[in-house]
């Protein structure tokens, strides 16, 4: 009997694992940033390359969203907006931070008006090098967040990776 | 024995969960052809079906300020007013589960209750983007309604009868489209309104009010709007082409027509872009019903000289 449900439970987590690997709704928050990372991820979902095959979606509201791409360092105005987009997301989310200005401040490191970068405010759970990191990059984190899902241990802080370790 | 059944029919095949299956994978369908016609790659096959296990497995967030009565009640009354509306269509090509005189009619306003759902699920959540789109869609809804119901009425009083398994008795031995081609556009027009597609997707338009009225809902509750949205795309094609492309009478026959059906729907969900909430309204009530409206006059003296 214990064994059983032992196996259902598996079974349905499975299911789980495997539908929200799948199905992947983001929404787009730019937090200060200059305006190239969102033409980049804009890119990303142009018909070149199609992220709508891996079941990436670009949602308009964060109710139905599942990943949080943020781009930019976030500004004094911004920080207030990110954390309340952040916690107006039903669990479970990710965060995904897409370009330099975003892991460390970037070019506005140090500016008057800036807080810092996107994991001083929220959790962040997979960093996208590059200013502006190029669409194969951005496909590419995607991939490390859905591998991240697989192996069961989202919501780790991990290390960034060097821009060496990307494919071009 | 009897509930037995009647519990089958309602919950597994043909209408509840094989609806569903069918719904989705028409979804599919849709997307993957939109995609096509964009040049892209498009969905794979499983991604409605594993869009709509996610949701469910997802954490539902009641805004403060709702009625959770409303809100957690209107998704499921959506839902199961889409379902209720399968019993009485030759769904699959199959003889409808249950027929009575003037189903047509119940039938029509069961699928408008799903519409009418989102509609009170944007005033509930009062949220500024859910109350404009919760506007846009029952505006909507009461400009494609009368002409959608008009087109539908057309094959009925041809065929004597306000029954759906007898009109589309009737409609096996005469192809509509060619004596009623106003209607028959009418209606397939109006089923894109009634599912939102582009251009008449102002409801839910994302670029100027985030999702429309279901932008405050997350999870199971936005799962089953969208499970009943795509049961109703299933119906909506089973009624325009059981009444006017000669009829449903077995699983063939839904498939080729119905796809087919699909298939021109989505070359003008690509091809057209989204008009205006007054443009749209326009449309319907300038063109769409006065032109059914003519063509149900000439048959009526067409039948009155006949007889
Ligand atoms: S990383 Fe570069 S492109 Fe992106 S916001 Fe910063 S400066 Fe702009």
């Not at chain 1, 992220?51 to 990943?67: C, M, N, T, Y």
């Not at chain 1, 401040?105 to 962040?124: A, H, K």
């Amino acid at each position: 009997m214990n064994n059983n449900s032992q196996l259902w439970t598996k079974v349905i987590n499975q299911v789980r694992d495997w539908a929200r690997q799948n199905s992947i709704w983001a929404v787009h928050f730019n937090s200060g940033s200059c305006n190239g990372c969102d033409i980049e991820i804009l890119a990303t979902l142009t018909p070149r390359y199609d992220v709508e095959r891996f079941g990436i979606k670009l949602q308009g509201s964060p109710r139905h969203a599942d990943v949080l791409i943020v781009t930019g360092p976030v500004t004094r105005q911004a920080r207030e907006r990110l954390i309340r987009t952040y916690e107006q997301m039903p669990e479970p989310k990710f965060v995904i931070s897409v370009g330099s200005c975003s892991i460390s401040g970037g070019v506005f490191e140090g500016c008057y008006n800036c807080v810092g970068s996107v994991d001083d405010v929220i959790p962040v759970d997979v960093y996208i090098p590059g200013c502006p990191p190029r669409p194969e990059a951005i496909i590419d984190g995607i991939v490390q967040l859905l591998t991240e899902l697989k192996g069961g241990k989202a919501r780790k802080q991990q290390r960034p990776v060097t821009a060496e370790e990307i494919p071009a | 024995m009897n509930t037995f059944t009647s519990l089958f029919t309602l919950l597994i095949f043909p209408a509840g969960l094989t609806l569903m299956l069918v719904g989705m994978f028409y979804e599919w369908i849709d997307r993957k052809l939109v995609a096509r016609f964009q040049n892209r790659v498009g969905p794979r096959w499983f991604q409605p079906f594993a869009d709509t296990l996610k949701l469910f497995a997802k954490e539902q967030i009641k805004p403060a300020i709702v009625n959770p009565y409303l809100f957690f009640g209107l998704p499921i009354a959506a839902l199961a007013g889409a379902l209720t509306a399968a019993l009485y269509v030759p769904l699959m090509g199959l003889n409808p589960a249950s027929n009575f005189p003037g189903d047509l009619i119940v039938t029509i306003y069961l699928l408008s209750l799903p519409t009418m759902c989102v509609g009170l699920a944007g005033w509930n959540t009062s949220g500024r983007f859910s109350l404009i789109g919760a506007t846009r869609t029952l505006t909507q809804l009461f400009a494609y309604e009368a002409p959608f119901l008009l087109a539908m009425l057309g094959p009925a009083l041809v065929a004597g009868s306000w029954q759906i398994n007898t009109i589309n008795g009737y409609a096996q031995n005469h192809w509509l489209i060619f004596t009623q081609p106003v209607g028959f556009i009418v209606a397939l027009i109006g089923l894109m309104g009634k599912l939102e597609l582009p251009p008449f997707d102002a409801p839910e338009a994302e670029t100027e009010i985030v999702a429309g009225a279901l932008t405050e809902y997350s999870g199971r509750g936005l799962a089953m709007f969208k499970i009943s949205r795509s049961v109703e795309l299933i119906i909506g094609l089973s009624l325009v082409s059981s009444f006017y492309l000669g009829g449903l009478n077995g699983i063939p026959s839904f498939l080729f027509k119905s796809l087919a059906l699909l298939l021109v729907m989505s070359v003008l969900q690509v091809l057209l872009t989204r008009l205006r909430i007054d443009q749209t309204v326009g449309l319907w009530w300038r063109f769409g019903a006065i032109l059914v409206l003519a063509q149900l006059l000439v048959m009526i003296l067409w039948k009155g000289l006949a007889l």
